[in-house]
């Protein structure tokens, strides 16, 4: 029996030194040095081409090294190997800490004072309080609770949208296709942690734009394809939009001549909001192999027929 690591080459080490003094018993390999093929039963994989997949015949469970399992070709997995997204605290805490910079920053105009800088002016804008401010994020599985939670310390009118319905203590929720409207019209600040599934994909589009109030902005920390590129920048060009802040961007890395690049009013980073933390991460993944061993149920367990 033997665990296999295939995912950021630089991290693996860190993950190897955990698994060789918390878990002696188990057999850790790092790729490329993966051994016989025929030992793995664990995967902690962040492409997991289908060719390998077919590759690893004692395979039993594939755990993403990261929170979302969108890259991940389902049908090229045995029905009987479950798939395991990594909830683990790092990634939360890095989501939390770059979705309350990035409102933050909308909230007191950053952005405007970086361009007054360059053009050496000094402009006060009046700031409205944080509680007459909407924030409103979709997606409310573990990472959307803990950021609503630390958006709640500043005080900000809370909102949350979720495809089930959900209660979260001080936040106003909405769920289903129904509600979505409703949802946007109230969210001057909207926050996207969806995950991206067939459902998801373009999900921020021309329609979702017009029913935000105008003069909205849009943080992208989901996935590049839940935004239609053009409708984001036609929203943005009729002022209907006054800023996007995207850390994801369909493709990766963001092609030089892309639109957004240039334009004043998109702030890009590349896709760094939140990393999975070997050091956080590893203790959550090896109780949850020794949870697989003695047959208990594994924390966050995907649910393929909803693809998140
Ligand atoms: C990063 O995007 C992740 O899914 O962890």
């Known amino acids: 029996m033997a665990v296999l690591y295939r995912s950021d080459a630089a991290r693996g080490a860190a993950w190897a030194r955990f698994f060789a003094e918390h878990a002696p018993d188990l057999d850790f390999r790092v790729w490329p040095d993966a051994g016989n093929l025929a030992d793995i039963e664990y995967l902690i994989a962040w492409q997991a081409p289908p060719e390998f997949i077919a590759s690893l015949p004692r395979l039993r469970v594939l755990f993403s090294s990261g929170a979302g399992v969108d890259h991940v070709d389902f049908s090229a997995l045995p029905a009987h190997v ?31 004072y970086v361009a007054q800088k360059s053009s050496r002016s000094w402009n006060p804008i009046e700031v409205p309080p944080a509680s007459s401010r909407r924030v409103g994020v979709m997606g409310l599985g573990s990472l959307g609770t803990a950021v609503l939670e630390r958006l709640a310390v500043y005080g900000f009118r809370l909102r949350g949208w979720n495809r089930s319905a959900r209660t979260l203590a001080g936040v106003e929720t909405f769920s289903s296709a129904e509600q979505l409207r409703p949802f946007l019209e109230g969210s001057d600040i909207l926050v996207c942690l969806l995950p991206l599934t067939a459902e998801t994909q373009g999900m921020l589009n021309r ?23 053009a409708d984001l920048l036609a929203a943005l060009d009729s002022g209907r939009l006054s800023r996007a802040i995207l850390d994801v961007t369909d493709p990766e890395p963001l092609p030089a001549g892309h639109p957004f690049w240039g334009h004043p009013r998109v702030f ?22 020794r949870r697989h061993r003695r047959g208990d149920f594994l924390v966050g367990m995907v649910d393929r027929t909803k693809g998140y």
Request: net charge negative; glycine share 6%.
């Open 82 to 112: 479950p798939l395991v997204r990594m909830v683990e605290p790092g990634i939360i805490d890095g989501m939390v800490e770059y979705v309350s910079l990035a409102v933050l920053a909308l909230h007191r105009d950053f952005f405007d």
């Open 207 to 229: 329609e979702v734009f017009a029913a935000l109030p105008a003069g909205a902005s849009l943080i992208n920390v989901g996935r590049g394809p839940h935004v239609v590129d």
């Open 268 to 289: 890009v980073t590349p896709h760094v909001a939140s990393m999975t933390q070997p050091e956080t991460a590893a203790p959550i993944l090896l109780d949850n192999i």
